[in-house]
């Protein structure tokens, strides 16, 4: 049976996650793709801390060590940081690696530069990841775009965000008791700035505006607002009136053909799709010329949400390769 050689960029959160499912969905990968998969080489900044036992061997603080290994084949990477994440993943795709990724603040910037690196060395790219945690948009909305042509995309694109707008309509918390929780529970960072301010959502809208559109609108036009501009007082108001404020990243082409973003705390109704979407759950509505508007809605963030679709990721492109479809 062949071996595919795999090496994991980065070791936190979903980087365990990767390991975790690699090694406990072993032998249905077997058995589904007819190949062993292996992971070789652990890419961390420290490698005197064994974070999971049992990988202190396949820890490396240089990348060269991923490129000298034979037999390498596919990367995946769970750093945070534009760099030296595009650099990693740049040299493994001329070494001919697929890679798959969750880095929403690299791909948001350069994931088009490396889909067209990846053609011209004849590997894929998997992506998944960057959007929406477990929520499979990326596959959803490729399978549309087949046919359909897409108008406009709302999402709630971060779990923060809408775990302390939940928890303050529900609970009556002030927004500085929903953030403590979130930090205490590990949804949002000590500095949470990125998930509040609405920069997280801002980059994952404009990965979904190159998917839908084929371009991004210019970044310094999108409006983005972030959810600390809201009151109690203000979520309070809205909920008497059967309203809900949700932190809506949105992106549509005009009737001008403009490609037009906003990221904002929206008031919706009970019609809305994002209406029912409560705690750290995230979910894209797309409005369709054929379909109508889709509704895709799953968990956010985590190890296992996020890790999970990346080894779908990997699955679907060893899949591709070997001519059959892969579900897991």
């Known amino acids: 049976m062949a071996v595919i050689k795999a090496a994991i960029l980065g070791f936190g959160t979903v980087g365990q996650g990767i390991y ?29 801390r064994e974070r999971v036992p049992g990988t202190q061997h396949l ?4 990348i060269d060590d991923v490129f000298a290994e034979k037999g390498m084949q ?3 990477e769970a750093i945070v940081n ?4 595009f650099s990693y993943l740049q040299r493994a795709i001329e070494h001919k690696c697929h890679v798959i990724t969750a880095n929403k603040v690299m791909f948001a910037k350069r994931g088009i530069e490396l889909q067209e690196l990846a053609k011209k060395n004849g590997v894929f790219v998997g992506y998944e990841a960057t959007v929406a945690g477990g929520v499979p948009i990326i ?24 775990y302390m707008l939940t928890k303050m309509r529900q609970e009556g918390w002030s927004y500085d008791q929903a953030l403590a929780e979130a930090q205490r529970l ?35 036009e999108v409006e983005v607002i ?12 809205a909920n008497e009136k059967g309203l809900r404020y949700r932190h809506v990243a949105e992106v549509e082409k005009n009737a001008e053909g403009q490609i037009i973003g906003k990221v904002a705390p929206m008031l919706v109704n009970a019609e809305h799709p994002l209406f029912p979407i ?20 799953g968990p956010g963030a985590g190890m296992y949400p996020t890790a999970s679709v990346m080894v779908e990721d990997y699955a679907e492109i060893i899949g591709k390769r070997a001519g059959f479809v892969v579900s897991i």
């Open 139 to 162: 596959k959803t909305m490729k399978n549309i775009l087949l046919v359909n042509d897409v108008s406009r995309i709302q999402g709630i694109l971060n779990g923060t965000t809408n």
């Open 74 to 76: 596919v990367v995946f």
């Open 82 to 85: 534009e760099e030296p994440a």
């Open 226 to 237: 972030g959810i600390d501009t809201l009151t109690l007082d203000d979520i309070k108001a």
């Open 278 to 297: 409560d705690d750290v759950f995230n979910a894209v509505s797309m409005e369709t010329n054929y379909i109508g508007t889709l509704t895709v809605t």
């Open 186 to 220: 590990g949804y949002a960072e000590a500095d949470p700035f990125n998930d509040v301010s609405g920069q997280d959502a801002f980059k994952k809208l404009m990965i979904l505006s190159d998917l839908a559109f084929g371009e991004q609108p210019a970044w310094s």
């Open 59 to 62: 820890l490396t603080d240089n």
């Open 20 to 48: 975790h499912i690699l090694n406990e969905k072993r032998e249905e990968l077997r058995e589904k793709l007819g190949v062993e998969l292996e992971v070789a080489k652990i890419v961390v900044r420290d490698t005197s």
